[in-house]
């Protein structure tokens, strides 16, 4: 259990099960949450898991289709300035290939919500690709999410 002190009262983030504590979940949500305590305590499990080191991962834009509308969004499906494409499963393992070439162990990726890819298009049944919501990892210890 953390005990978080530095600008905030102090008290417990976490209950002794290990999940956030009532207080702190309404405190959260209500916009009146100790951010010096949170970040201090989400520092403290990345020192824990990471260390000082700083891991690149590689960034694959596999598809510019997106089915959604959102104004900011420069692949919205109402722009219409836009060349559309999709990479298929070769050019997304090519990517990664040279990706680890370069010392990346970490593939992201990242696209349009485009029905094209339905779980069975991006997800394989070697481990190699995967989709959003699940992480593989291949024999060679490099991830896909
Ligand atoms: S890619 Fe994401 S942000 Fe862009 S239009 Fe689609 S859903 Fe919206």
Redesign the pocket.
């Known amino acids: 259990m953390a005990i978080v002190t530095s600008g905030f009262e102090a008290r417990p983030l976490y209950s002794e099960a290990g999940a956030l504590t009532d207080d702190t979940i309404l405190a959260l949500l209500s916009g009146k949450g100790p951010d010096e305590a949170l970040f201090a305590e989400a520092d403290r499990i990345r020192r824990e898991v990471y260390g000082d080191a700083v891991y690149l991962r590689g960034l694959i834009e596999f598809t510019n289709y997106?089915?959604?509308?959102?104004y900011?969004?420069?692949?919205?499906?109402g722009n219409r300035n836009l060349s559309r494409y999709r990479l298929d499963k070769e050019t997304i393992l090519g990517c990664c290939r040279e990706g680890y070439a370069l010392g990346y162990r970490t593939f992201v990726l990242q696209?349009?919500?485009d029905p094209y890819f339905a779980d069975t298009q991006a997800d394989s049944n070697d481990g190699t690709v995967s989709d959003g919501d699940r992480r593989s990892q291949t024999a060679t210890g490099v991830s896909a999410t």
């Open positions: 997106c089915r959604n509308d959102c900011y969004c420069g692949i919205r499906k696209g349009g919500e």
